[in-house]
């Protein structure tokens, strides 16, 4: 199954524009990755999904247009752009392997983002 | 909008079982289109899938905890339920039930379930 890996701690002045990156381990090159924001004292919240073509389906409700998503080989990106106190979160990655008689769904170990 | 709430014991000894029940309202949970399953979040660390549960009755279990897993369904109370036998320290956590398709787009609030004698 995928392993994916997340940098522990990013942070952006208020106003600048972060990239988080999550990576999936080798051979993993086309599975898809959702986002998740993880306010602190809060229950996580759907961000949105991200292939290699981009953002697949739709936002999670509410989700500012300032949240866009990228993908290119075994990485994909989660920008925040003129970022706000209110994005100060830990943002985490997921992603499903397998259909029909298995599936299993992992997580990386998240990134708390800090707005300076 | 669909809603779903966690309810349970916060406090378990260890060796016993934990046991907890997640509520949905404001939608079906005999949709074909989702499974339902349960997260959980130790203390200052990151997310751990638990497991799933079709509304027919199919489960898929994290590997690392498959032995001690099980989660079952009531569609006619809207209900899905987790235990977790033999718990120790380490299984102390936020415990969240979720809707899941591929992503996991609703999540209940959360509820601390913490193993102590």
């Known amino acids: 199954q995928p392993v994916l890996t997340q940098p522990p701690s990013a942070s952006a002045s208020l106003g600048a524009s972060v990239t988080l990156t999550c990576t999936l381990s080798?051979?993993?090159?086309?599975?898809?990755v959702d986002w998740y924001q993880q306010r602190p004292g809060k229950g996580p919240r759907f961000v949105m999904r991200v292939g290699t073509g981009g953002i697949v389906g739709s936002k999670g409700d509410g989700i500012p247009d300032r949240f866009t998503v990228l993908g290119s080989g075994l990485n994909r990106f989660l920008t925040i752009k003129n970022i706000q106190e209110e994005d100060e979160s830990d943002y985490h990655c997921?992603?499903?392997?397998?259909?029909?008689?298995?599936?299993?769904?992992?997580f990386g170990g998240g990134t708390k983002v800090t707005v300076l | 909008q669909l809603q779903l709430q966690e309810s349970g014991p916060g406090l378990v000894k260890p060796s016993e079982t934990l046991s907890l029940t997640c509520t949905v309202s404001?939608?079906?949970?005999?949709?074909?289109?989702?499974?339902w399953g349960w997260i959980r979040q130790p203390p200052g660390e990151g997310l751990e899938w638990i497991g799933s549960?079709?509304?027919?009755?199919?489960?898929y279990y994290n590997p690392s905890l498959k032995s001690r897993v099980t989660i079952s369904v009531d569609t006619s109370k809207k209900q899905f339920s987790l235990k977790l036998s033999s718990v120790t320290a380490a299984d102390t956590a936020v415990y969240y039930c979720?809707?899941?398709?591929?992503?996991?787009?609703?999540w209940g609030q959360g509820t601390l379930v913490t193993v102590s004698s």
């Open positions: 080798s051979g993993y090159s086309n599975y898809k």
């Open positions: 404001g939608g079906s949970i005999r949709s074909s289109s989702y499974y």
């Open positions: 549960i079709y509304y027919s009755g199919s489960t």
């Open positions: 997921g992603t499903d392997h397998g259909t029909g008689s298995s599936f299993v769904y992992v």
């Open positions: 979720a809707r899941m398709s591929r992503e996991v787009d609703y």
